[in-house]
């Protein structure tokens, strides 16, 4: 979406098409489900864990950090990553709402 048109959405659909667009990638997915499993590492670990290189993966968390998903904090030469849970919660809501609605209006449709 050009950088024009999103002055036309409201605020709250353009912060979630940003978190939606940075899980948009199965690497990216990968590394949230790593972070979920080892709760906080280092890049060098999600590398090791994944078959991408090094820079592939530095341009992934940033991108994951970026959208907030994800927190990255200074201890020594490394970031130490791990899961940044506002950020999810705000999908976490989104998602909640489709199946509230959904719940409530049982229909068929088309």
């Given at each position: 979406m050009g950088i024009t048109k999103t002055d036309r959405f409201t605020e709250q659909q353009n912060k979630l098409a940003?978190?939606?667009k940075a899980l948009g990638h199965p690497a990216?997915?990968?590394?949230?489900?790593?972070?979920?499993?080892v709760d906080t590492?280092?890049?060098?670990?999600?590398?090791?864990?994944?078959?991408?290189a090094q820079p592939t993966v530095s341009q992934h968390l940033k991108e994951l950090k970026n959208a907030g998903l994800i927190k990255g904090n200074f201890e020594g030469n490394s970031i130490c990553?791990?899961?940044?849970?506002?950020?999810f919660e705000k999908i976490k809501g989104f998602f909640q709402n489709i199946s509230?609605?959904?719940?409530?209006?049982?229909?068929?449709?088309c």
């Open positions: 940003i978190l939606a990216r997915i990968a590394i949230i489900e790593y972070l979920l499993k590492c280092i890049c060098g670990d999600i590398v090791n864990e994944l078959p991408l990553y791990c899961i940044n849970e506002s950020g509230n609605h959904l719940d409530k209006n049982k229909k068929q449709c």
